[in-house]
């Protein structure tokens, strides 16, 4: 299970940052992302970090201005966002890989995600 | 940049019918490609993962095939509970590493 939190309202050009608690999975043997939803839109990769952090990837869309890691002590993932734009508005997901300690691979558990309202 | 095209963005079918959604990816991806399912208001789904792949649980009406650039999911024998939204998304070593198709909208007849 994953269980995000932190999302809310935010101005456009301040910082928010999200948070994803696991259980019921060895957590630090996965990889885990956080895929993004627009108000009745389709589903768009922000971002991945590898089982033990030492790889990660940013969609160009997010690059320099969000920040992913893990706390694997902790069960948990975050995702720090900076200079929030209003395209940046949306349901953040957090989710999990499918294979343990893999690579590139599906996501088979998705948390319900936590709403991003950039707004002024 | 990869694009995934997905195709039809809305398809039409009644409970009993056969469908199919096709996926098509601008290079070639091998079969590093998922299908989920979406249902309003719920977190996307599973279905099936490397072109062919069933996840653990989903029933054997889904299936999926392809390779390299173009893919198909098929749902045989639709029940009221397949009415919902499909994505692709394919999943490689290219840039960006994931990317998800437009969604195709399967509703009642």
């Known amino acids: 299970q994953l269980v995000e939190s932190g999302g809310g309202l935010v101005q456009p050009g301040r910082s928010l940052r999200l948070s994803c608690v696991a259980s019921?999975?060895?957590?630090?043997?996965?990889?885990m992302h956080w895929v993004r939803q627009a108000p009745g839109k389709g589903l768009e990769w922000v971002s991945g970090?590898?089982?033990?952090?030492?790889?990660?990837h940013y969609a160009d869309s997010v690059k320099g201005r969000f920040t992913i890691s893990r706390d694997n002590a902790r069960n948990s993932l975050y995702l720090q966002m900076n200079s929030l734009r209003t395209e940046d508005m949306a349901l953040y997901y957090c989710?999990?890989?499918?294979?343990?300690?893999?690579?590139?691979?599906?996501?088979?558990?998705w948390g319900q995600g936590t709403m991003v309202t950039v707004s002024s | 940049d990869i694009q995934m095209t997905q195709s039809p963005s809305t398809l039409s079918a009644s409970v009993g019918d056969s469908v199919t959604i096709t996926c098509r990816a601008s290079?070639?991806?091998?079969?590093?490609l998922a299908w989920y399912q979406q249902k309003p208001g719920k977190a996307p789904k599973l279905l099936i993962y490397?072109?062919?792949n069933l996840e653990s649980g989903v029933p054997s009406r889904f299936s999926g095939s392809g390779s390299g650039t173009e893919f198909t999911l098929t749902i045989s024998s639709l029940q009221p509970d397949d009415f919902a939204t499909y994505y692709c998304?394919?999943?490689?070593?290219?840039?960006?590493?994931?990317?998800f198709g437009q969604g195709t909208k399967l509703e009642i007849k």
């Open positions: 989710v999990k890989a499918r294979t343990a300690a893999g690579g590139i691979d599906a996501f088979d558990i």
């Open positions: 290079q070639s991806i091998s079969s590093w």
């Open positions: 970090i590898s089982w033990k952090g030492g790889r990660i």
């Open positions: 019921g999975f060895t957590f630090d043997d996965y990889g």
């Open positions: 998304q394919q999943y490689s070593s290219y840039s960006p590493m994931y990317t």
């Open positions: 490397k072109a062919s």
